[in-house]
């Protein structure tokens, strides 16, 4: 094996980088790294990120997703979500691991798949990234062809809307045009914290209610 990775340690908050490994060999290391683990990979043409989520960034992560799927339920949106699943194009040696993921209006066309290959299935509708002590890979992201892409960071949501290949900043999001996404996630982050989640859920459901009606 190319890397000895059980003598590899990334400690929480830390990233490694790791050139010139082949396509193959990627391959063969998300099998020995496995499905179930803390680390997250990237890989853009041969160089491999690996890293290790703080507990700040789960919890993050954690919570906008919960309040993306509130959203998306309230408004009547069919969605799956896919977590951190490995997406990845051998032709144009991309690979990535989002925060999270939703298939929106490509719902259908993945919902209940066990395996995704993004040379034929759609890439996901929106991808999610956290940045606490690391960058996201727009380049991989739009790579892929993912049309929106959140990046938060430093309590801030920056919204990227992919356009002739690059992606460009957004105000708004298409999935939710109506919605200051921006305001909404970081208030609701401050209320989880302040009152505790299920509660600042229970505001968000009733607000959105109010909004609908």
């Known amino acids: 094996m190319l890397l000895e990775l059980e003598k590899i340690i990334v400690p929480p908050g830390q990233t490694i980088v790791f050139k010139d490994i082949k396509w193959s060999d990627f391959e063969l290391i998300l099998e020995e790294l496995g499905e179930h683990r803390a680390s997250r990979i990237a890989y853009e043409r ?11 960034h789960e919890v993050n992560k954690v919570l906008i997703s919960n309040l993306v799927e509130v959203i998306l339920e ?10 951190s699943t490995t997406f990845k194009n051998q032709i144009m ?13 490509h719902e259908s066309a993945v919902r209940g798949k066990k395996r995704l290959d993004l040379t034929i299935d759609p890439p996901p509708d929106l991808a999610i990234e956290v940045e606490i002590t690391s960058r996201s890979n727009p ?3 739009a790579a892929l062809g993912v049309p929106e892409l959140w990046r938060f ?4 949501l920056q919204i990227n809307l992919l356009r002739k290949g690059v992606y460009i900043e957004s105000e708004t999001s298409p999935h939710f045009p109506d919605l200051k996404l921006a305001d909404i996630i970081a208030e609701f982050l401050i209320k989880a914290e302040e009152n505790g989640r299920n509660k600042a859920i229970k ?7 109010n909004k609908n009606n």
Not at 74 to 83: K, M, P, Q, S
Not at 153 to 156: A, C, E, P, R, S
């Open 153 to 156: 960071t430093k309590g801030k």
């Open 74 to 83: 309230e408004l009547d949106i069919d969605f799956w979500c896919l977590g």
């Open 203 to 209: 505001e968000v459901r009733q607000w959105l209610r």
């Open 93 to 105: 040696l991309q690979g990535i691991e989002p925060d999270n993921c939703f298939y929106i209006e």
């Open 46 to 56: 041969g160089t491999l990120t690996i890293m290790t989520p703080l507990p700040e």
């Open 139 to 141: 380049n991989i992201y």
